[in-house]
Each structure stands twice: as structure tokens, then as C-alpha cells.
């Protein structure tokens, strides 16, 4: 029986682990993976604060555990396969048993759409990426692609464009999804050049990326030489275990406003799961210890604290 549970192991949970613990909670945190969620995917995070030379994902990520088990926090792990936020105390359902705990913060991200091309996932960090804004200056006066077509492709291609030599926007439609506010944008960027009706068919690749094989819509394909190739297709948020429990918007994101609460008192969410409108990790940070402010202020009103 612990005061909060905290349901993932990113940022946004580890935070909330840490401020829980130290307020003096009992919290235990619950990951089916190693620490640190998706920057883990990272070699290179240079815009979290406090490290001068930059960090990598996974040392971040123990350093976050190491930071809250200081102060007590558990770390269970398990994957979380139900739960039961009615009931009281609340009640979660991991694949080697039962927690019982009086608040829950759910903290379980987001993650990428991915193309499911073959080595994509060996590639990443050697040429293929999905965040433009956290590793975009690795390609400073290179050649780079973005695929896809709604806001994030595009908010991607012109961030690129500023950084890089040239970008190809590569999108399997004639026209973007993207909303008109970027379209003149684009249009203008000098060094954005449009590959329409196109699909990656493959990675080209030594050690690192070296190119893609586009097929065009009429069957024909080419070859494009890039340093670098963004993928930016969507992003999921982690909630299928909520639907019908937590509000979710259209997307699947967790409604909750800055205070992390849900339609459920007592149950908080912190971090990329959230609707939010930047998703980073000092975003889900900050999300996660004002989880932990909320839900012990929720403990104390309860008389539980
Ligand atoms: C390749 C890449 C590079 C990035 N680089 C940067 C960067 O340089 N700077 C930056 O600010 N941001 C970067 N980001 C974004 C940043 O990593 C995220 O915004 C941040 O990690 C979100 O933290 P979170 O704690 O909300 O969720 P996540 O990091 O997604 O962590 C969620 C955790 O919950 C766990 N989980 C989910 N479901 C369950 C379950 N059922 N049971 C148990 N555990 C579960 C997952 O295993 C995961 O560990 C990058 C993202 C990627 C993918």
C-alpha cells in the first residue's frame, strides 16, 4: 500500500517519484523498461539544464532513478496491465501483481510513429531521427530530408531549414495536411525543395545513413543522398490502459489542465501522455512535480498525507 503510484519511468514519472518521496510520500514507481522512457532513444539531449557538455538518454534516465530512490522511491519492474481508479484505495494491475495506493500519477508518454522500414530503428542516431528540435543541430550545413505532411513535418522542415543546407519535404500526398500558416513559409524557404507523391521504400546506409530510395506515386523511384532524414509522422500517447477511464481527447492524450488533474480525484497526468502543446523533457519534468504538488495536497485534503 503506498501514498501515490506513479505509472512510468520517463522524466515526467521520475519527477514526480522525486517530489513525492521527498515531500515524504511512500511512492512507488512502476517501469516495464529500464529509466528514462524515450530519451533513451538519445545519445545526444543538449537542452535539458545542467549539463554543460550535454548528456546521453540513458544516463539521464538512472540519474533521474537514482535522484528519487534517495529519497525512498521504489522502482517496480513491471509492466502495468489494468487498472482500477474507482475503487479505494486505487488499484493497479502490473504483470506480477497487484499495487494498491491512495493517488496515481500517470506518466506513461508518447511514442513515435515509426515508417517500419527495414534498419530503421539500427539507424537511429546514425542519420535517422524524429525530433527535429532535439537533434536538428547535428545537422548544421547538411543535406537532410523530413517525411510527412501535418504541422510537425512542417514546423520540422522550416526549423531545418534554418540549420541545414538543404531539405527535402517528402510527402506521399500532392498537397500538405499542414495547417495554411505554414504554407507560405515553405513556400519561401529557399532551401526547402518539395518531393511530392513520394514514399520512402528504403534506407540507404553504411555505418550510417547515406540516402533514401523513394518510390514515386507512378511507380518510378530515386534516389536521394541525405546526411540526415527526420521522420515525423505522429506521435501516439501511451493510453490505451485509460480509454473509457480517463478523459482522452480526438488524439488519445489525457485531458488535464497545467494542474495535471484528470476527470478522476486523485489521479494526475504528467508529461508527453498530457495534451499539452510542447512535449520536451523539461516539460515533462515540470509536469511531474506538479503531479506530486497536486497529489499531495489531494492526500493531505483526504486527511491521508
Ligand atoms: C529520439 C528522441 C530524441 C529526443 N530528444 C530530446 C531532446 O534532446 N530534448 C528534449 O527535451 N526532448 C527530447 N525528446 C522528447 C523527450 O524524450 C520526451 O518529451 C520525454 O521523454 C517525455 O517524457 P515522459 O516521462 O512524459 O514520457 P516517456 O519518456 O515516454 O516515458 C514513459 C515511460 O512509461 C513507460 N510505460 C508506458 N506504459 C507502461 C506500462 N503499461 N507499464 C509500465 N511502464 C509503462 C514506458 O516504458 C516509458 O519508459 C526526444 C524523444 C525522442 C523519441
Given amino acids: 500500500m503506498y501514498d501515490l503510484l506513479v505509472i ?5 514519472g521520475y519527477t514526480a517519484a522525486l ?21 533513451t532513444e538519445t545519445q545526444q539531449i543538449d537542452n535539458y539544464p545542467g549539463f554543460d ?10 540519474k533521474m532513478q537514482a535522484g528519487a530512490e534517495r529519497f525512498g522511491a521504489e522502482t517496480v519492474a513491471a509492466q502495468v496491465l489494468s487498472v482500477d481508479f474507482t475503487a479505494s484505495p486505487k ?18 508518454g508518447a511514442t513515435h510513429r515509426h515508417l517500419g522500414l527495414a534498419e530503421e530503428a539500427a539507424l537511429l542516431g546514425k542519420g535517422v531521427g524524429y525530433c527535429a528540435a532535439c537533434d536538428g543541430m ?18 520540422d522542415a522550416l526549423l531545418l531549414s534554418k540549420l541545414c543546407k538543404e531539405v527535402y519535404l517528402i510527402h506521399r500526398r500532392d498537397t500538405l495536411r499542414a495547417e495554411k500558416v505554414y504554407h507560405t513559409p515553405l513556400a519561401q524557404a529557399e532551401n526547402i525543395h518539395f518531393k511530392w507523391n513520394a514514399t520512402v521504400k528504403a534506407l540507404l546506409h553504411g555505418d550510417k545513413l547515406t540516402g533514401v530510395l523513394l518510390e514515386n506515386k507512378d511507380g518510378t523511384e530515386e534516389t536521394l543522398a541525405l546526411d540526415g532524414l527526420f521522420i ?8 490505451s490502459l485509460f480509454r473509457g477511464i ?3 481527447d480526438e488524439e488519445g492524450y489525457i485531458i ?22 510542447f512535449r520536451q523533457i523539461v516539460t515533462a519534468a515540470a509536469d511531474g512535480a506538479v503531479a506530486a504538488y497536486f497529489a499531495e495536497a489531494y492526500l493531505a485534503e483526504q486527511g491521508e498525507a
Fill in 8 to 12: 512510468g519511468g520517463g522524466p515526467a
Fill in 19 to 39: 517530489s513525492g518521496a521527498r515531500a515524504g510520500l511512500r511512492v512507488a514507481l512502476i517501469e516495464q523498461l529500464s529509466p528514462g522512457g524515450q530519451m
Fill in 53 to 62: 557538455e550535454g548528456v546521453d538518454g540513458f544516463t539521464l534516465g538512472f
Fill in 91 to 108: 488499484r493497479v494491475v502490473t504483470d506480477s501483481g497487484a499495487l494498491f495506493a491512495r493517488a496515481v500519477v500517470v506518466a506513461t
Fill in 138 to 155: 547535428l545537422f548544421r550545413g547538411k543535406t537532410v530530408a523530413v517525411v510527412g505532411g501535418g504541422n510537425s513535418a512542417a514546423a
Fill in 232 to 239: 515525423s509522422i505522429g506521435r501516439t500517447p501511451v493510453t
Fill in 246 to 248: 480517463l478523459d482522452l
Fill in 256 to 277: 488535464a489542465g497545467e494542474d495535471t488533474k484528470t476527470n478522476i480525484p486523485g489521479v494526475f497526468a504528467a508529461g508527453d501522455v498530457r495534451k499539452k502543446p
